[in-house]
Each structure stands twice: as C-alpha cells, then as structure tokens.
Nanobody
Framework: QLQASGGGLVQTGGSLRLSCAASGTTISNYSMGWFRQAPGNEREFVAAISWTGGSTYAAESMKGRFTISRDNAKNTVYLQMNNLKPEDTAVYYC????????????WGQGTLVTVFS
C-alpha cells in the first residue's frame, strides 16, 4: 500500500515536499514514480526514480523545479517541488512498479496540491 501526503495550499513561487510511504512491502524492490492529474486533464508523468535511486527522470516542464528522491531505509519516496506555479495545481499520485512490469502497477490515493497566485 502506498500513502501519499504533504499536499496543501501554497502561494506561487513556494515549495512543498510530498512523501509517499509504503506499507506491507519494501520499496527497495520497486522503481517509483510521481504522476499528477489536474481537473479536466489526463494524468501526466511528473518524475521517476530507479530502485537504487541511481537514476532519476523528470518531465521537461518540471526539470529544475521538481526533484524526486527515495530513502529505502524509511520506505519512503519524496517529491520536492520548488518555484510552484498555478499550473502545478493537481492531485499528485505516487506509483510503483517491479521488474516484471512495463507500466506502474501500484498506486497511492493521491494528495492535493493547490497553488494560488
């Protein structure tokens, strides 16, 4: 089970750190990702991190602002979001996939981020 938290209301230019805690399993066996879905929009990829944390990826529009990281000892993945913009307003989801999966197969419940100007 994945539990995302850390969302909230923040002003333009502000920062938030989202957390995704896993229970019932150890995330060290999984590649992890963050996705988001704004009202009326399709879900979009935000960032991903390999199971060791050695490789990270971010959507082009978020590079330089969003950073994904993981602490396998704490069984948690993070998304540090800086310089937030109103268009970053969305529900953010964490997801996991193991080596047998080509797509993310495990999803958390989402946490809402609202950026106001």
């Amino acid at each position: 089970q994945l539990q995302a938290s850390g969302g909230g209301l923040v002003q333009t230019g502000g920062s938030l750190r989202l957390s995704c805690a896993a229970s019932g399993t150890t995330i060290s066996n999984y590649s992890m990702g963050w996705f988001r879905q704004a009202p009326g929009n399709e879900r979009e990829f935000v960032a991903a991190i390999s199971w060791t944390g050695g490789s990270t990826y971010a959507a082009e529009s978020m590079k330089g602002r969003f950073t994904i990281s993981r602490d396998n000892a704490k069984n948690t993945v993070y998304l540090q979001m800086n310089n937030l913009k109103p268009e970053d307003t969305a529900v953010y989801y964490c997801a996991a996939k193991d080596a047998t999966m080509t797509r993310y197969g495990y999803w958390g419940q989402g946490t809402l981020v609202t950026v106001f100007s």
